[in-house]
Each structure stands twice: as structure tokens, then as C-alpha cells.
């Protein structure tokens, strides 16, 4: 398996800058960071998409997941 994420990421930035409202694309984004370990920027996507759909509960569960990860329980 291929896990070419720095590259995957390059193409969500592509879309989101076409389509900045694009949903699918901020949640491949968000999964890709967090495959990286770059928990901080996905919180920064989750807050952002957060933003676009604050009643989308999938973006809540994602951030919880996050801040689990990086002990943050407050």
C-alpha cells in the first residue's frame, strides 16, 4: 500500500481552493494530516469546516478524535 499523503494533500488544496465549501475534500485533508501526525493543522481544518457546516456532527466527532489523540481532554 501506498501511502503518498503529501501528495493526496496537494490535491485537497486544489479542490478546496476551487470549491472552498467542498466537504469531502476537507475531510480527506483532515484524515490525511492525521495520518501524518499533524494533529495541530487537522484541528485547524476541523475548525474551518466547522465554520462552512456547524451542523454537520461528523466534523465534531473528527476534532473529539483529535484532541483525544493529543490528550487535550478540556
Do not use: G, H, T, V
Request: charge should be negative.
Amino acid at each position: 500500500k501506498l501511502e503518498r499523503y503529501d501528495e493526496a494533500l496537494i490535491y485537497c488544496d486544489k479542490i478546496i481552493e476551487m470549491d472552498p465549501k467542498n466537504k469531502w475534500s476537507y475531510k480527506d485533508k483532515i484524515n490525511f494530516l492525521y495520518e501524518l501526525k499533524r494533529y495541530d493543522e487537522a484541528l485547524l481544518y476541523c475548525d474551518k469546516i466547522i465554520e462552512i457546516y456547524p451542523r454537520d456532527e461528523l466534523w465534531y466527532y473528527k476534532k473529539i478524535e483529535i484532541l483525544y489523540k493529543l490528550d487535550r481532554y478540556e
